[in-house]
């Protein structure tokens, strides 16, 4: 009887073993392929700007060869595209600082405070994560251009963008500022801190990668923004990814040039994002813990 079980015992391991590996191949195998589908266009355009029109036309698919710099250089030593760059990168940092001061001094009192209205409150901003800029772009336009005279300036995108970013700035950060101890709090109390006291010595130092994680997330959500500033701003005041499609219009038959354009277009953003992740991921880690 001995002997069958230990015999049953080596067979269950072994197809438990196999089912588990198999599993792991069949993952492994799916993120590749949404790793090629997501960098294989991202790797063709950035290549496709080392090559001239001839090349591409001749042999789409193939490597660069020889390989050209002329497109990068082109686009580097164009002026427009430093002022675009200026624009996006102002635009971004302006929609950043606002999103994660009012997203922290909003979320501080909805996570530490106890009244009566502080749940509907913190409602009404996970619900405001349902509307997107575009469902209120006419209104917006008129009230920016109009109303408020800020049509085609900075503050005219950034102030509209971090008002749709506060809604997810807040869901991050609450639960940071609620999985604070209150022993902490009544501590720093008894020292003679006020409330405010240990919002700006205690809770913000703590608060770090959630406030990282979500400035991250709002500058490049700023520096891809496409719709918003296509409606306000105009001429020298647009962004790069107006852009990109200005010059992808005006130079159609120059493809390898809209290639590199698209290129250095994206390369900030993406970089500051790489550098970024591990930030992101353990600030999003600490939203979901708390």
């Known amino acids: 009887m001995s002997t069958a079980t230990t015999s049953i015992k080596p067979a269950m391991k072994t197809k438990k073993s196999q089912g588990k590996y198999g599993g792991n191949v069949l993952v492994y195998a799916l993120s590749l392929a949404v790793v090629a589908l997501t960098l294989g266009p991202v790797l063709y355009g950035v290549l496709g700007g080392f090559r001239t029109n001839a090349q591409l036309a001749q042999a789409p698919a193939a490597l660069p060869e020889p390989w050209v710099l002329s497109n990068y250089t082109g686009v580097l030593n164009n002026p427009e595209f430093w002022r675009y760059a200026l624009n996006s990168t102002m635009i971004a940092v302006l929609t950043t600082v606002i999103v994660v001061v009012f997203g922290i001094m909003a979320a501080y ?45 900075w503050w005219g995108v950034a102030l509209p963008q971090a008002a749709f970013a506060l809604p997810m700035t807040i869901v991050i950060l609450r639960p940071f500022l609620i999985a604070l101890p209150q022993e902490l709090e009544e501590a720093a109390q008894l020292d003679g801190t006020s409330r405010i ?21 709002a500058f490049v959500g700023s520096w891809n923004a496409y719709l918003l500033p296509l409606l306000l701003l105009q001429g020298e005041m647009r962004t790069l990814p107006l852009g990109v499609a200005d010059f992808s219009t005006e130079h159609s038959a120059d493809t390898a040039g809209v290639f590199a ?27 979901v813990k708390g």
């Open 109 to 153: 009192p909805l996570a530490r405070y106890q009244f009566r209205l502080r749940e509907p409150i913190f409602m009404v901003f996970v619900l405001g994560l349902l509307f997107p800029a575009t469902v209120a772009i006419v209104p917006l336009f008129i009230l920016i251009s109009r109303d408020l005279n800020l049509g085609n300036t």
């Open 197 to 217: 006291g240990f919002f700006w010595r205690i809770l913000l130092p703590l608060s770090g990668p959630g406030m990282v994680t979500v400035g991250v997330l």
């Open 261 to 287: 354009f698209t290129t250095l277009a994206m390369i900030p953003a993406l970089i500051f994002f790489l550098a970024m992740q591990r930030r992101i991921v353990s600030g999003l880690q600490g939203a």
